[in-house]
């Protein structure tokens, strides 16, 4: 459609961008948009490069030629650099380009929307360059680009919705009863959609759909009318209204619907969410739990069509059509997607009041997605429904969102995650694998570390489930190879280490189930759990919250026989674990600190 705009010569070159909200950086700054242009032209161009980015081109040439000259692997170049290489490529006479560039979703620019304009004026005073943007019709951009050609979308829409408006209407037989008997008004309310819709096929798709609801409620043509005009003619307004007149017997079911879609979304973006996987995340916990800890019949296979629909039916029902499966009931389940009917739906629930109230209707309840989703994973797997990838990134993305400090209702469920994802690991000529939680662990990630699904529990600060799975065999804290179980709830976070404390309570579980202080690493010159804690405290001595919320692991220690004068070897020489202590107490001496100093001989 716009080939006859652009230059007709042959050496033009045609170049793409969108920008996109929900992307990575790349995707919605300036930045991004620079070095995709830059990386287009000079690929077409290569003779280019040395004259829009000399430096780099200068060290990738020195290194070319001399072996010996050292330069990074990969260099990012600043939002200055860049600015800077585009303008020469502007600006540059060398080669008679023409270039037609086409930005997509200029709205979605993360940033300042007036310097993204100053860039695309610079860039139109220019011989060389054709511009065409689109956007939403905001107020910065039509000051600038409002006396430009430009075509509205709703003006190239018309027509075609309402022939979607007339065809779906018009395929119900009660509608069709309408026509007949009311031959004016029935028309006119196609016309009243058309002009209400402003181009925005999404909100004609949700009236219709309204006005159908209606047609089966054996409504006139008066109450559709009524109908539409009740209706939002923007989408957020509607997504509002959509919302409040969801049926109060629902909202639980539909706030639940909502927070797995959304946990796929922050979870597992490369893993969308399938209807059965939905299907099963639906189960009510007291059923999915009797599926998880017995062996699943064939009947779970042979009903899957019939369970998938009836998923299907309602959550069309539950979420008032905001949520759709894709596909057709003849397609394959394990092929068919269950996402938000449309990106601005996500927009619309993603506000912080929105959500807030969306996942109210739950609050009372033990529901959490990334359990849900974790049960359905294992029903999954043990019925063998359909082919199960090693999904390492979702599941151990949902056991770190999942809220398990304090319970022990998961623990069967935990097991059996810990089993399955097991099973995907086979030994090699090198000996049996690493279990599959190791590139989750913090600290030790070496093979000494011996890592086991407990260990992980430790470091998550899973206590329900320590606790249990201890009580049945203390055996676990005295049989683990390689790191020490108490190693996992020592190990800090430098991201989380304002919450530290928490710890206090996992070390209280392992010492009362047979830790010892003097626990080390199952290999040679391993330091003693208590020699890590006093390089900590030695370490953050300077972080007053850090070292109170540390006397609180210390006095732990002192109470379980730590030797005080265990000798500790620091980077600027030995140090007595009392010398070190002492050194804390002289630095901050808060209220903790008198315990301590007390158990101090």
């Given at each position: 459609t716009l080939d006859p705009h652009s230059f007709p010569t042959r050496r033009s070159s045609d170049l793409s961008h969108f920008f996109w909200i929900d992307g990575v950086t790349d995707q919605k700054s300036q930045s991004g948009?620079?070095?995709?242009?830059?990386?287009?032209?000079?690929?077409?161009?290569?003779?280019?490069?040395?004259?829009?980015?000399?430096?780099?081109?200068?060290?990738?040439?020195?290194?070319?030629?001399?072996?010996?000259?050292?330069?990074?692997?990969?260099?990012?170049?600043?939002?200055?650099?860049?600015?800077?290489?585009?303008?020469?490529?502007?600006?540059?006479?060398?080669?008679?380009?023409?270039?037609?560039?086409?930005?997509?979703?200029?709205?979605?620019?993360?940033?300042?929307?007036?310097?993204?304009?100053?860039?695309?004026?610079?860039?139109?005073?220019?011989?060389?360059?054709?511009?065409?943007?689109?956007?939403?019709?905001?107020?910065?951009?039509?000051?600038?680009?409002?006396?430009?050609?430009?075509?509205?979308?709703?003006?190239?829409?018309?027509?075609?919705?309402?022939?979607?408006?007339?065809?779906?209407?018009?395929?119900?037989r009660r509608y069709r009863v309408l026509v007949i008997q009311e031959p004016i008004r029935a028309p006119t309310l196609v016309h009243e959609i058309v002009e209400k819709a402003d181009g925005v096929f999404l909100w004609v798709r949700l009236v219709v759909q309204s006005l159908l609801n209606g047609l089966g409620n054996r409504d006139e043509i008066s109450d559709l009318q009524h109908r539409l005009r009740l209706l939002p003619s923007d989408l957020e307004t509607l997504y509002q209204h959509m919302l409040k007149r969801m049926d109060s017997v629902y909202l639980r079911k539909a706030s639940i619907a909502f927070q797995i879609v959304r946990e796929v979304r922050e979870v597992a973006l490369e893993e969308p969410l399938t209807i059965i996987s939905m299907a099963f995340a639906?189960?009510?916990?007291?059923?999915?739990?009797?599926?998880?800890?017995t062996s699943l019949s064939d009947n779970i296979q042979a009903d899957l069509k019939n369970t998938c629909e009836i998923t299907e039916d309602r959550l069309k029902v539950w979420c008032t059509g905001l949520i759709e499966v894709t596909g057709t009931s003849t397609s394959n389940n394990s092929e068919r997607k269950v996402q938000y009917l449309h990106r601005s739906v996500k927009d619309y629930l993603d506000q912080p009041a929105v959500w807030?109230?969306?996942?109210?209707?739950?609050?009372?309840?033990?529901?959490?997605?990334?359990?849900?989703?974790?049960?359905?994973?294992?029903?999954?797997?043990?019925?063998?429904?359909?082919?199960?990838?090693?999904?390492?990134?979702?599941?151990?993305?949902?056991?770190?969102?999942?809220?398990?400090?304090s319970t022990t209702i998961h623990t069967v469920l935990l097991d059996?995650?810990?089993?399955?994802?097991?099973?995907?690991?086979?030994?090699?000529?090198?000996?049996?694998?690493?279990?599959?939680?190791?590139?989750?662990?913090?600290?030790?990630?070496?093979?000494?570390?011996?890592?086991?699904?407990?260990?992980?529990?430790?470091?998550?600060?899973?206590?329900?489930?320590?606790?249990?799975?201890?009580?049945?065999?203390?055996?676990?804290?005295?049989?683990?190879?390689?790191?020490?179980?108490?190693?996992?709830?020592?190990?800090?976070?430098?991201?989380?280490?304002?919450?530290h404390s928490a710890d206090q309570r996992m070390i209280r579980i392992l010492f009362n189930?047979?830790?010892?202080?003097?626990d080390h690493f199952d290999r040679p010159r391993g330091p003693t759990m208590w020699e890590k804690v006093m390089h900590d405290t030695y370490k953050w001595c300077y972080d007053k919250e850090f070292i109170s919320n540390q006397y609180g692991i210390i006095k732990l220690f002192l109470l379980h026989a730590a030797d005080q004068e265990k000798v500790c070897r620091l980077w600027n020489g030995p140090m007595s674990a009392r010398a070190i202590i002492q050194r804390a107490l002289k630095e901050w001496y808060t209220p903790e600190a008198i315990e301590v100093e007390h158990l101090l001989v």
């Open positions: 948009l620079l070095r995709s242009l830059l990386y287009q032209i000079l690929s077409q161009y290569t003779q280019l490069i040395p004259l829009v980015l000399p430096s780099l081109w200068a060290s990738r040439y020195s290194q070319a030629r001399d072996a010996s000259y050292k330069t990074s692997q990969r260099e990012t170049l600043s939002l200055s650099r860049l600015k800077e290489a585009f303008r020469i490529l502007v600006d540059q006479k060398s080669i008679d380009l023409k270039i037609c560039l086409f930005v997509d979703g200029l709205d979605e620019y993360q940033g300042n929307h007036g310097e993204i304009v100053d860039l695309f004026e610079d860039v139109t005073r220019s011989a060389t360059f054709k511009v065409c943007v689109s956007s939403r019709p905001l107020l910065v951009f039509e000051e600038v680009f409002g006396k430009s050609p430009g075509i509205r979308l709703q003006d190239l829409t018309y027509k075609d919705i309402a022939t979607y408006v007339n065809d779906h209407l018009c395929s119900n639906l189960y009510e916990y007291e059923t999915s739990n009797q599926m998880i800890t807030e109230k969306m996942i109210s209707h739950t609050n009372s309840t033990v529901f959490d997605p990334s359990i849900s989703l974790l049960r359905s994973f294992v029903i999954q797997s043990k019925a063998a429904i359909e082919p199960q990838t090693p999904a390492f990134a979702s599941v151990s993305g949902y056991l770190k969102r999942a809220k398990l400090e059996e995650v810990d089993n399955i994802m097991s099973s995907y690991l086979k030994p090699t000529w090198l000996g049996p694998p690493e279990h599959w939680i190791s590139p989750y662990i913090l600290g030790e990630t070496t093979f000494y570390g011996r890592h086991t699904f407990l260990a992980l529990a430790v470091q998550m600060r899973w206590y329900g489930y320590v606790e249990e799975k201890l009580g049945k065999d203390s055996n676990h804290v005295r049989k683990k190879l390689g790191r020490p179980l108490l190693d996992y709830a020592l190990t800090i976070d430098a991201e989380r280490i304002k919450q189930h047979g830790a010892l202080p003097s």
